[in-house]
């Protein structure tokens, strides 16, 4: 994913939230400066290229369907799905998080060797402030929604759990496995509810550029909102 590709569709995003694209790139900005002079890790890496990918999300069904992720090549996590695949003895090779929820966990997982994707938006600068500079920065790939600068990257997505498939993709993944998602989720405030049908959409978006079908999205395609999305 190129940014002048994801540029419109963020553009999209941030206007159906209200969000002001100036604070994405304080925060974008300030993940830069505090990773001046560091060495953040060669996303490259990871190694998903040619490889399938199992994206996880932090849905109900995640212990459940840990079978997705035994048989992928590769594991990204979203979030706190990362620390319930751990437990459950599943290894996890990138963490994709903005820090809101398990910050001290990130921390650690950088000081043992867990790659982490930590990305910067407006609503996160003080997390950014007080928690990467206690990361080992080898470990960390900092991203941003907004246009990459220095060794901030943008390789799409909007949450965590898109973000990490946007990851995968922009990394060469041959193909993406799905677990934990839970787009109808009851459960989360009306602000979170809006944040998944963002997610269903751009991994539709992203399906289409892939020319893939990803099973998290079957029987649902039929009702996705495809009008900010680019023809494919």
Same mark, same amino acid.
């Given at each position: 994913m190129e940014y002048d590709d994801w540029d419109p569709v963020y553009g999209a995003?941030?206007?159906?939230?209200?969000?002001?694209?100036?604070?994405?790139?304080?925060?974008?900005?300030?993940?830069?400066?505090?990773?001046?002079?560091?060495?953040?890790?060669?996303?490259?890496?990871?190694?998903?290229?040619?490889?399938?990918?199992? !994206? %996880?999300? %932090?849905? +109900?069904?995640?212990?459940?369907?840990?079978?997705?992720?035994?048989?992928?090549?590769?594991?990204?996590?979203?979030?706190?799905?990362?620390?319930?695949?751990?437990?459950?003895?599943?290894?996890?090779?990138?963490? @994709? &998080? +903005?820090?809101?929820?398990? =910050?001290? &966990?990130? @921390?650690?997982? &950088?000081?043992?060797?867990?790659?982490?994707?930590?990305?910067?938006?407006?609503?996160? !600068?003080?997390? !950014?402030?007080?928690?990467?500079?206690?990361?080992?920065?080898?470990?960390?790939?900092?991203?941003?929604?907004?246009? =990459?600068?220095?060794? @901030?990257?943008? =390789?799409?997505?909007? &949450?965590?759990?898109?973000?990490?498939?946007?990851?995968?993709?922009?990394?060469?993944?041959?193909?993406?496995?799905?677990?934990?998602?839970?787009?109808?989720?009851?459960?989360?405030? =009306?602000?979170?509810?809006?944040?998944? +049908?963002? %997610?269903?959409?751009?991994?539709?978006?992203?399906?289409?550029?892939?020319?893939?079908?990803?099973?998290?999205?079957?029987?649902?395609?039929?009702? !996705?909102?495809?009008?900010?999305?680019?023809?494919?």
């Amino acid at each position: 994913m190129e940014y002048d590709d994801w540029d419109p569709v963020y553009g999209a995003v941030i206007a159906d939230f209200g969000f002001d694209r100036t604070g994405d790139e304080r925060a974008r900005d300030l993940l830069a400066r505090v990773l001046d002079g560091e060495t953040t890790l060669d996303h490259g890496s990871l190694g998903a290229a040619g490889r399938r990918v199992a !994206i %996880a999300g %932090a849905g +109900d069904t995640l212990e459940a369907e840990t079978a997705v992720a035994r048989d992928a090549d590769l594991v990204f996590a979203a979030s706190t799905a990362a620390d319930r695949l751990l437990a459950k003895g599943v290894a996890v090779d990138c963490i @994709v &998080t +903005d820090l809101d929820k398990h =910050p001290e &966990t990130v @921390v650690e997982r &950088t000081h043992g060797g867990t790659p982490v994707a930590v990305h910067a938006h407006g609503d996160n !600068i003080d997390l !950014i402030e007080r928690y990467v500079p206690e990361c080992n920065p080898a470990w960390l790939i900092p991203t941003t929604q907004a246009a =990459p600068v220095g060794p @901030v990257h943008n =390789p799409g997505g909007f &949450t965590d759990g898109d973000r990490a498939a946007f990851l995968a993709d922009h990394l060469g993944a041959r193909s993406l496995a799905f677990l934990g998602w839970d787009f109808d989720d009851d459960t989360v405030d =009306p602000m979170k509810a809006r944040k998944l +049908d963002w %997610a269903q959409r751009l991994l539709y978006w992203l399906e289409r550029r892939r020319e893939e079908r990803f099973s998290v999205l079957d029987g649902r395609r039929g009702a !996705i909102d495809t009008t900010a999305l680019p023809v494919c």
